[in-house]
């Protein structure tokens, strides 16, 4: 079993520094290596993502990766910014499915925003495409009509796309509560009629669930009102990024949510596969020790179930985590007092 | 002074009906026009926006609208969908500012989902461009590089789409708070890598007030966690349809909000516009008398303030709509019981 770890900018080294004790503690053998990204990897050489940390992963079982952005690099040449390389990876290893389950963890009903009720109600998925849309299309700069410079970016998604990430959200729907609401912006776009079109099309093969269909306006606001409504949702990679993003914040707790992106490569025991917490790099904490890796440590746990067939093992560390946070150890993001190390210790603890 | 009703599809008809009876109980002399747009049109005239429609609102000083959408119209050929109207009065009459203030009425603190601590402290005004982006780019069906079928859209801005948008935003922030944060994706897309430069670009006009940007996954968090850090937000068309959403689900009370589309276009006392509640065509309770009227009733004094300049009138309307809220008319969506007409009495009985 072998496993990239790419801590990344800002938080994500402290962060995936913790993951990396807990992982180490269960004694499987696992073989971990470290590779640059972002703008770390700049720095270093010359690039986000260096052609040694894509052949690394290549070659590994999955990836844990701690987050990219560092505000040194935001006039950089678009190519070279952090960013590039968690896109860059999505794209050159086929990760097309995102998966970001959201409910609320038992004790922090009181953290989110939205009122209790409400927001004890969440437990959904969101499946968002992550290859195609206007994150990848052709872009640049033209002259418009009138003589002033105009910037654009082509959204696209193909049937192919749609059919592949139709076809893993339907599937999560049938291990869940079987229905299924694919958002989209049909009433404007031509993107957003195929994708329908296809999504359609594809429901036909599962007949047991349930499925409808919501503009991303009305979704955005659902997650408002009664985000206790939605089981899985299906979407493209720019409604993907704001929806879960804002499902997350219903939360209430970002500090704590894990994500899997997963293609269609298989492991020896498992599906390859990038995890990574959903928070961002946070530069204005980084090298504190106050961000909460919490979030890291059960992308970690997913990593194990996934992309290495570890399922006893990602249990642990879930009820290490679940057990921690009922003995009261919670990071500042949850109003706590836990900096980084003794919320890994705490959970190294439990386990 | 002359305005052109269009009722259009739904609930529009019952709404705008309550919103008239309500400007002509001021006995302005109003000269009001009624105008068909959207599925109703189509079915009358074969058109959601005949040209008859676009010549009567060229004429008027303003146009209090509806809502359109109707489900029996989804599967028309795109430029005959209902939607055509509002998008094609927004291209056709250059409205390229919407304005859409959220803010907590007063006794409406609890019907929020948000705790209502957070809600009782939004008071933002969401700017949103209406004329460019991905709305209005070349879109279509072409064949994808792997041979299946391919949807897309152009996303775009130009330096002179950006320019005349910032300068309304950062005017609203001068009359404000003074502050304004501009929401983008520029870690992904070329057209906010643009539109961010010239907004940076204006910002010198406007030394007094503060500037920060946002990216829209960001936005749409803060939007949940802690709305009442914003005081006015300007984004693109896109960003803008799901926000402005977003937000007015957090004020807790969407059939109380309305907003008003502007252009450059000045009338005798004020400026050109079209004034609409942010509530859609809601054909499941069409032609029941259960909508709640109140927006509409609240566009109608938007519209008295800026377009017909009549300042006074339109404060008596919005005092009226106050006071019949804080003696109990609730309509259903407010959890209470009152009906259409019932509304439209209590506000003309409180003018
Ligand atoms: C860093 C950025 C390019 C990225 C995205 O937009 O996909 C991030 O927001 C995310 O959601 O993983
Ligand atoms: C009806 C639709 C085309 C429209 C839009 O997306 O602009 C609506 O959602 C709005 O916000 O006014």
Known sequence: MKIVIMPGDGIGPEVTHEAVRVIEALGLGIDMKQAAVGGAAYKAYGHPLPPETLAIAEAADGILFGAVGDPDCDTLERHLRPEQAILGLRKALTLFANLRPAKVFKGLEDHSALRPEVASAIDLLIVRELNGDVYFG???????????????????????????????????????????????????????????????????????????????????????????????????????????????????????????????????????????????????????GLANPMATILSAAMLLRHSLGQAAAADRIEAAVGKALEDGVLGRDLGGRAGTTEIGDAVLARL
């Open 138 to 288: 052709e872009k640049g700069y033209r002259t418009a009509a009138d003589g002033t410079r105009e910037g654009y970016d082509v959204m696209s998604y193909c049937e192919s796309e749609v059919r592949r990430i139709a076809h893993v959200a339907f599937r999560a729907a049938q291990g869940r509560k079987g229905r299924l609401c694919s958002v989209d912006k049909a009433n404007v776009l031509e993107t957003s009629q195929l994708w329908r079109d296809v999504v359609v099309e594809i429901h036909k093969e599962y007949p047991d669930v349930q499925l409808s269909h919501m503009y991303v306006d009305n979704a955005a606001m659902q997650l408002v009102r009664n985000p206790g409504q939605f089981d899985v949702i299906v979407t493209g990679n720019l409604f993907g990024d704001i929806l879960s993003d804002q499902a997350s914040m219903c939360v209430g707790s970002i500090g704590m949510l894990a994500s899997a992106s997963l293609g269609e490569r298989k492991t020896a025991h498992g599906t390859y596969g990038l995890y990574e917490p959903i928070h961002g790099s946070a530069p204005d904490i980084a090298g504190q």
